[in-house]
């Protein structure tokens, strides 16, 4: 097979890289690893920047989550017992961020490219680029058991952490950062009404709490733990008790409860690999970087990503200019770096960390009421949270 860009990867990044291409005439394949069902099945963020908004109407996927999307123009941050007010819209001039599910995301994007006829290989086995500092690059994979093989003129990267497009760039050339942190999410879905009509972030000395949603009628709770937990020790029962115990009073005296439709615990880590692209492969997404799920960047880090890949490719196909794609590197990782600042500091200031003195835990505290008493900070905090503008 040929095709001109052969995509790793079929989350919500490389399938949009796709859809984005496609509309402008650019040729893809996107190979994944696992069923489009598995795929589906991964229970995600849904705290979407306008940047992303924007970017899925403009492939042509924005029509469901313009319907069923839900626009949020704050949040608050509750600790000491009291609740804090963002005003996102207030202090921004009017950008907001929306609350839609990545798997709905995921699934808009799939039917997008169905629609067009895209090509998107699953249960793609052993995948392989090869040649990537050649003008000639290829990607092999196995499926039902014969070896196959695409020749292409780029690869994109959309494989995701553990993905295998990352371990192609030689050590010599790869740089990686990472912090992990000392505990995770232990994080519930439930089909109850959201305690709150916006996010609620806490900061709270038995650890951190979020309470986040997906709908009207579906919930996604989040307590700080050990990364000792095991999920199979917290009872629904147990997660919604202690969810109280961490909720401001109003909050928890309206706490609706249920059972549980998913349940899991997430490490948590900052992680960022330079450079994003190496010959013709470029990185996208987790593949690239992670953040800690504090700022909700995750998901909006990948779109960033994809826009300025996008457009590179767009310009080098369209008018045979490469700036694009040989500035694509510099110019995500600026965005990637402002964005891990941001994920760190929120992860800084609202959970607990157990190798801290009380002089530590007293400036923590100084930070958050410097935060909820200054317009200023909330209008930094505001500007990060609802995506800073792409370059």
């Known amino acids: 097979m040929r095709t001109q860009v052969t995509i790793i990867g079929a989350g919500p990044s490389g399938l949009l890289l796709s859809q984005l291409l496609h509309l402008k005439g650019i040729d893809s394949i996107v190979l994944e690893r696992q069923t489009r069902e598995y795929v589906l099945g991964r229970i995600r963020a849904g705290v979407l920047e306008q940047g992303l908004t924007d970017l899925?109407?403009?492939?042509?996927?924005?029509?469901?989550?313009?319907?069923?999307?839900?626009?949020?123009?704050?949040?608050?941050?509750?600790?000491?017992?009291?609740?804090h007010h963002i005003d996102l819209a207030g202090l921004t001039g009017g950008a907001t961020v929306m609350v839609y599910g990545q798997t709905e995301v995921t699934q808009d994007l799939f039917e997008a490219r169905d629609a067009m006829g895209g090509t998107v290989i699953e249960s793609a086995d052993n995948v392989m680029p090869h040649d990537v500092e050649t003008d000639a690059p290829y990607v092999t994979y196995d499926l039902d058991g014969e070896t196959h093989r695409i020749d292409c003129e780029f690869i994109a990267g959309c494989d995701g952490f553990h993905g295998v497009s990352r371990t192609v760039i030689p050590d010599?050339?790869?740089?990686?950062?990472?912090?992990?942190?000392?505990?995770?999410?232990?994080?519930?879905?439930?089909?109850?009404?959201?305690?709150?009509?916006?996010?609620m972030y806490v900061h709270h000395d038995r650890g951190f709490a979020l309470c986040s949603q997906r709908s009207l009628t579906r919930s996604r709770?989040?307590?700080?733990?050990?990364?000792?937990?095991?999920?199979?020790?917290?009872?629904?029962?147990r997660f919604w008790e202690e969810l109280k115990r961490r909720l401001p009073e109003d909050a928890a005296g309206s706490l609706v409860t249920g059972p549980s439709i998913e349940k899991s615990i997430a490490?948590?880590?900052?992680?960022?690999?330079?450079?994003?692209?190496?010959?013709?492969?470029?990185?996208?997404?987790?593949?690239?970087?992670?953040?800690?799920?504090?700022g909700a960047k995750g998901l909006n880090l990948a779109a960033s990503d994809i826009y300025y890949l996008s457009r590179g490719l767009i310009d080098h196909y369209?008018?045979?200019?490469?700036?694009?794609?040989?500035?694509?590197?510099?110019?995500?990782?600026?965005?990637?770096?402002?964005a891990e600042r941001f994920s760190w500091w929120m992860t800084s200031i609202l959970h607990n960390f157990t190798e801290v003195s009380p002089f530590d835990?007293?400036?923590?505290?100084?930070?958050?009421?410097?935060?909820v008493s200054s317009r200023a900070a909330m209008t930094a905090l505001a500007e990060n949270y609802v995506g800073l503008p792409y370059d």
């Not at 109407?57 to 009291?82: N, P, S, Y």
């Not at 835990?361 to 935060?371: F, K, V």
Request: aromatic letters at 10%.
């Open 56 to 83: 899925l109407r403009e492939a042509g996927v924005g029509v469901r989550m313009d319907r069923e999307g839900l626009v949020h123009e704050g949040f608050d941050i509750a600790f000491g017992g009291e609740r």
């Open 172 to 199: 010599k050339v790869l740089k990686t950062f990472e912090r992990v942190y000392p505990f995770g999410w232990l994080g519930i879905l439930s089909d109850t009404p959201p305690v709150s009509d916006e996010l």
């Open 221 to 237: 709770y989040y307590l700080q733990c050990t990364l000792a937990e095991d999920v199979r020790q917290w009872s629904d029962d």
């Open 267 to 294: 490490p948590l880590r900052s992680f960022v690999a330079e450079p994003m692209r190496h010959g013709r492969l470029f990185l996208a997404g987790d593949a690239a970087h992670i953040v800690p799920p504090t």
């Open 318 to 338: 369209g008018n045979g200019d490469d700036t694009g794609i040989d500035n694509y590197s510099a110019k995500a990782l600026r965005r990637v770096w402002k």
């Open 361 to 371: 835990r007293r400036i923590q505290r100084a930070d958050l009421d410097y935060l």
